[in-house]
């Protein structure tokens, strides 16, 4: 893995003339860029790239674009020597660093005592080049000066437009880069290790443990042209900024014959997919069924021609809860299997990771009482603490525990006779979608096409609007009342009245478009199905008083 003063990326080289023409450009698949520094400190830039490119630049002047670099692209330009370096497929969270890296080093070195060309010719000082430290405390301390010795109208300036640009990345990329700067523990960053280390791997455990978090870390230390981030459902891959395994695999529900299923993936944007990843990331892992995995397996093999290795060759990044949710069972077959009773799952040869440390609940009482029960032990101190709890007040500021079912059209039923109790007068809102009748939209994100609401419906936040004030994914709370604009004006449980607005969810297609919805990021929540649950909420479960149904 490179460190924070390299990085191994792709892109381009462009030469620019006076007038910012690009007179030459050398377009490359992976290039190595690394920052060094000379015998006087002076700081470089070698960007190295087989026999294509080999180059050096000071590290003096440089403007640099980082508004895709949730993307792992960015471009840097070395204005002394009217040189642009367009960086892609770049480990998002390696490039942050790397470009905070050149940002520290570039101001903490303009503060420092220059040589000049004739004491460098002078010097006797032997020629060296060496590799830059990273970031320290010193540079740290430097900048830190640097920022203090501003003149107070210039800091608030920088304050506001630092807040400005805060508030848009949080809401532009919720993925958050802000991950490279995450701590993780010393079970994640193992797991980590191993994954970029291009080991094949499964990591588990209980509800909370951070699996989520970490494979979202995972995917932000990836190259990601080359890694296929999918998962078993559409609103878990939504959530990782992926597409579905099922997209992904393009063999449509994997029920035909094998055969029928290779023809489907030798399609050759299906075969296309299958040959240009290197990494095939699945989360929700648990979901996928063990007749299914095995067709894929070994489609994966013949379409990448080779059938030595597991998947053809793919690096493998397994993730999910097999104590958790089991593959979905249609009325067709009522008998799956987990893929981990497949013998293409042994053949995988996993390393195989069971995180411990619970980080969604404090109280270890609680957390051993969910443990106990994931396991399927349930002494009589467990059904006595549960008994204890149907003291519990369960209504709330109106708000009354979301019912769990077992299946979407009984929480649907519920939602709608709740609904059509309400005496005040419906409010329709249609989406706005970028292509009509999406099948993909409807199943990949967690809003609906249409949304019915009235005064007094019992709604759930679909996504985190401010995170600070509990406006989070999962929040409930219900319909206060209409603004005259027609807006939602929501009274949330924490007791925030917030009027919303549409949000948009962008999802990804196996060819790479972007399809999008414009929709109030509401749902009714007197009632939720279990699978829908599980992850529209995970990332705020605080919010939740659930009955069971
Ligand atoms: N290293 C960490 N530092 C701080 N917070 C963490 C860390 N790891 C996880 N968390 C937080 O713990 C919570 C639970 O994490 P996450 O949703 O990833 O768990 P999970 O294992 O995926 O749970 P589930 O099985 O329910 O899907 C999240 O709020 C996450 O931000
Ligand atoms: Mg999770």
Known sequence: MSSSTELDCGGSIEWLNASQMVTKQVKVKTM????????????????????????????VDVNIHKNFVVEGKASIHFTKDNIRVMISNAPPSMLVMFLKTMFVKLTSRKNSPKINTREQLLSKKPQSFEEISPISSKDVNRLNSQIAKLPPAELKKRHILQQRKKQDTTRKCAKSLDLANTKLTEEQKEVLQAAVSGQNIFFTGSAGTGKSFLLRCLLSALPPDFTAATASTGAAACLIGGITLHSFAGIGSGEGTFERCLELAKRPQVAQNWRKFKYLVIDEISMVEKDYFEKIEKIARIIR?????????????????????????????????????????????LRSFILQTVHRQADPKFVSLLNNIRMGRVTDDIVQTLKLTAKNELEKDGIIPTQLCCRTNEAETINNNKLAQLTGTEKRYDSVDSVSDSKTLN??????????????????????????SGLVNGARGFVLKFSPEGAPVIKFKSGLVHTLQPEKWVVKCPNGTLLTRRQYPLKLAWAFSI?????????????WTVEAA
């Open 32 to 59: 190595n860029l690394q920052m060094i520094r000379n015998e006087f400190r002076e700081i470089y830039v070698t960007i190295k790239s087989q026999n294509k490119v080999n180059l050096k630049l000071p590290l």
């Open 305 to 349: 021609n080779n059938n030595d290795e597991p998947f053809g060759g793919l690096k493998l990044i397994f993730c999910g809860d097999f104590l958790q949710l089991p593959p979905v069972v249609t009325g067709k077959s009522s008998s799956k299997k987990f893929c981990f009773q497949s013998e293409a799952w042994a053949r995988c040869n």
């Open 443 to 468: 199943d990949q994100t967690p809003v609906s096409r249409v949304l019915v609401l009235k005064e007094g419906a019992q709604v759930m936040l679909l996504k985190n609007i401010n995170v600070g």
């Open 531 to 543: 699978h829908k649950s599980q992850i529209s909420v995970c990332l705020h479960p605080q919010n």
